[in-house]
């Protein structure tokens, strides 16, 4: 079956940084592409960026463009999103998912940033 798990989410200061990690099974992940949602206490889920099956493309929230990067290595089945000047407004529980046809979610990972 399709598995996406997430990992890296974490507790960190305003400025701070984190890398958030992907791992997916149960699909030819050089043939997906792939995306990170997030969604705060309260509020909807939104689209924080997404990258095509073969890295080429990328695309980004205005909210984190300049500050998050979202990248895939297509050896490790592994997507990834670094996240850089983190703010308090970036807490929020954060999801990877295919963007096919077939589409799957993770199960989350919390990103907390203190102020």
């Known amino acids: 079956q399709v598995q996406l798990v997430e990992s890296g989410g974490g507790l960190v200061q305003a400025g701070g940084s984190l890398r958030l990690s992907c791992v997916a099974s149960g699909i030819i992940f050089r043939f997906t592409g792939m995306a990170w949602y997030r969604q705060a206490p309260g509020k909807e889920r939104e689209l924080v960026a997404s990258?095509?099956?073969?890295?080429?493309?990328?695309n980004y929230a205005d909210s984190v463009k300049g500050r998050f990067t979202i990248s895939r290595d297509n050896a490790k089945n592994t997507v990834y999103l670094q996240m850089n000047s983190l703010k308090p407004e970036d807490t929020a529980v954060y999801y990877c998912k295919t963007t096919s046809t077939m589409q799957y979610w993770g199960q989350g990972t919390q990103v907390t940033v203190s102020s």
């Open positions: 990258i095509t099956s073969g890295g080429g493309s990328t």
